[in-house]
């Protein structure tokens, strides 16, 4: 099996995490950890794009995009992703807030974007 190359770019305090250049998002939602800008972005875009790809695996033509950024002591996520085709855009925005939204992901991502490098 290839190695999956993702592209890492950062823009204005923000890092994105896309599949595909140029990143974009026809389909988005956005979160906020209270008290997360001392997270390690990179780690929190790569356990988002994860857990986004399990709620959405079945949505053909979907390249996942991933935006975080601090915002005071705050960190902002966006995401989503470029979508070939067409799709029921409602419903696939609200899978991927509830993705966001989850208590036990946002814990898990913010344990992981902690954890020391090795």
């Known amino acids: 099996m290839g190695q999956t190359r993702w592209h890492i770019f950062t823009e204005d305090g923000a890092l994105t995490l896309a599949r595909r250049m140029p990143a974009r ?6 979160t906020v950890i209270e008290g997360g800008a001392g997270l390690r972005k990179a780690r929190v875009a790569h356990q ?4 986004m790809w399990r ?3 079945n949505l053909r033509g ?3 995009v991933v935006r975080v950024r601090s915002s005071g002591d705050d960190l902002e ?3 989503g992703g470029a979508v070939a ?3 029921p855009k409602a ?5 991927i807030s509830a993705v966001l ?3 036990h992901h946002r814990a898990r991502w913010g344990r992981y974007a902690k954890e020391a490098k090795r």
């Open 101 to 103: 939204d989850n208590e």
């Open 62 to 64: 979907f390249a996942p």
């Open 48 to 51: 988002v794009r994860q857990d």
């Open 55 to 57: 709620a959405l695996q």
């Open 85 to 87: 085709g067409r799709f």
């Open 25 to 30: 998002f026809d389909v988005a939602a956005t």
């Open 77 to 79: 996520i966006t995401a």
């Open 91 to 95: 419903e696939t925005e609200a899978r």
